[in-house]
C-alpha cells in the first residue's frame, strides 16, 4: 500500500501528515508513505524533521474570493501544481491520496480525482478552509476533528470525525529529560510562548513589552521558552534579560515534544494542531487567535474552551501588553495555588488511529 500525504503551508496542516504517516508505519510495516508540500521556506525546515522521507513540492495560489479568478498568477500556479501532481501520482502510483487542507494540497487531492485515485480530506478546523470546502465536493471521504465541523457541509455522505491526530513523541511523559535539555530549574514555573509555525509577531510584542509590570517576587518563580519565529532571537533575549528572568529563545524548535514537557503555561494563537498538542498535555492555556483571515482561529478558540475552564481567550484586537500580563500573573498564580491540579491529559493516539483507519477503510470500500 502507498499512501501520498498532500499538505504544506503551515505546521498545522504538515504535523498532522507526519502523525498518520507515523500510524501507518506502525500499523502496516510494509506501507511507504509520499509526500507532497509546497515550497515556503517553513516547509524546508520541517520537513527536516523526516529527512529520507520522499517529498513532491508543487506549486499552488491561496483563493481570494473572486478576484482570484481574474488573476492570471493564480491560475499559473494552481495548473503548474495539478501538472506537476499528474505527473507524481503516475510516476509514484499511489493507492490513495489525502489532503490535509491549505491550498497546497488542492492540486494533488484535484489530479488524484482526475485520474480515478481514492482521496480523503481531513479537516483540523471547526470552519473548514477554502481548500477543504472544494476538495469535499469530489473526495471519497472527509474526516474532520470536531463534530461542529459537520454543520459546514450539506453533504453527510462518508465523513467520519476522527479528531485531529498529532505525533505519538508529544504524548511522552518527559518533563525531567526537557528540563535538563533546557537547563531549567524543576523548581520554577515554565511558561511556554509561541505563535505557530511561522510565529505570531503581535504576541511576541505583546508578550516581551509586559514583561516589565511582572512582580519581582513572580519572576524569581518563572522561566520563559519562547519559540519567536521570524523575530530575532537576539532582540527576544536581551528583553529577557533586562527583565531579569531566566529564558531560552528560539525561532524554530524541532522538538516540541521536549517544549511542551517542559510548560506549565502555553502562550499562542489557536490553530487546531496547538490546541491538540496543549490537550494531549494538559497545558493550562492563554489563546490569542489570530484576528484575520475567515476568523476560524475565533471559532477553534471558544469551541475548545467550552470543556476546559483552565483555557483563557484573549481578543487581540483591544489586546495590551499589561492586559496580557495580567491574565499571564493570574494564570500562574492559579498554578501555584493550594491544592491546584492540572487538568488530566487527553488521548491523541485515538485520533492517529482513528483516521488511518478511515483512510484504509475508504481505500478499500
Known amino acids: 500500500m502507498k499512501v501520498m500525504l498532500a499538505c504544506g503551508g503551515t505546521g498545522g496542516h504538515i504535523f498532522p501528515a507526519f502523525s498518520v504517516a507515523e500510524e501507518f508505519r506502525k500499523k502496516y510495516p510494509s506501507a511507504e508513505i509520499v509526500y507532497v508540500c509546497g515550497k515556503k521556506d517553513i516547509e524546508n525546515a520541517i520537513f527536516r524533521i523526516v529527512a529520507g522521507e520522499k517529498v513532491i513540492s508543487v506549486d499552488s495560489a491561496p483563493f481570494r474570493g473572486g478576484v482570484s479568478f481574474l488573476t492570471p498568477r493564480f491560475w499559473l500556479k494552481v495548473i503548474s501544481g495539478i501538472f506537476t501532481s499528474v505527473k507524481a501520482l503516475i510516476l509514484e502510483k499511489p493507492d490513495i491520496v489525502v489532503g490535509f487542507g491549505g491550498y497546497f494540497s488542492f492540486p494533488a487531492v484535484f489530479a488524484a480525482r482526475v485520474l480515478g485515485k481514492k482521496t480523503v480530506v481531513h479537516e483540523q478546523n471547526v470552519v473548514p478552509g477554502v481548500a477543504n470546502r472544494w476538495m469535499a465536493r469530489f473526495a471519497h471521504g472527509v474526516a474532520v476533528s470536531y463534530p461542529e465541523t459537520l454543520n459546514y457541509w450539506p453533504r453527510r ?14 504524548e511522552r511523559d518527559c518533563r525531567e529529560e526537557a528540563l535538563d535539555y533546557f537547563n531549567f530549574s524543576g523548581g520554577k514555573k515554565t511558561v511556554l510562548v509561541l505563535g505557530g509555525s511561522q510565529g505570531a509577531e503581535s504576541i511576541n510584542t505583546l508578550f516581551l513589552r509586559g514583561l516589565s509590570g511582572w512582580p519581582e517576587k513572580l519572576r524569581e518563580k518563572i522561566q520563559v521558552l519562547h519559540l519567536c519565529g521570524r523575530m530575532d532571537p537576539e532582540s527576544a533575549k536581551v528583553s529577557f534579560t533586562e527583565a531579569g528572568l531566566d529564558a531560552r529563545v528560539y525561532s524554530f524548535f524541532e522538538r516540541m515534544d521536549l517544549a511542551y514537557a517542559a510548560a506549565d503555561l502555553a502562550v499562542g494563537r489557536s490553530g487546531a494542531t496547538f490546541l491538540a498538542e496543549i490537550a494531549s498535555k494538559g497545558l493550562p492555556a492563554i489563546l490569542i487567535p489570530y484576528p484575520y483571515g475567515n476568523g476560524h482561529q475565533r471559532v477553534n478558540a471558544e469551541v475548545f474552551r467550552r470543556s476546559r475552564p ?24 492559579r498554578l501555584d495555588a493550594p491544592g491546584a491540579r492540572r487538568p488530566a491529559p487527553g488521548a491523541a493516539s485515538n485520533s492517529r488511529a482513528a483516521l488511518a483507519d478511515f483512510i484504509v477503510e475508504t481505500l478499500k470500500n
Open 157 to 170: 455522505h462518508n465523513f467520519r470525525i476522527t479528531g485531529n491526530p498529532i505525533r505519538s513523541s508529544i
Open 310 to 333: 483552565e483555557v483563557v481567550v484573549l481578543e487581540q484586537r483591544a489586546l495590551t501588553p499589561e492586559a496580557l500580563s495580567e491574565r499571564l500573573i493570574g494564570a500562574l498564580e
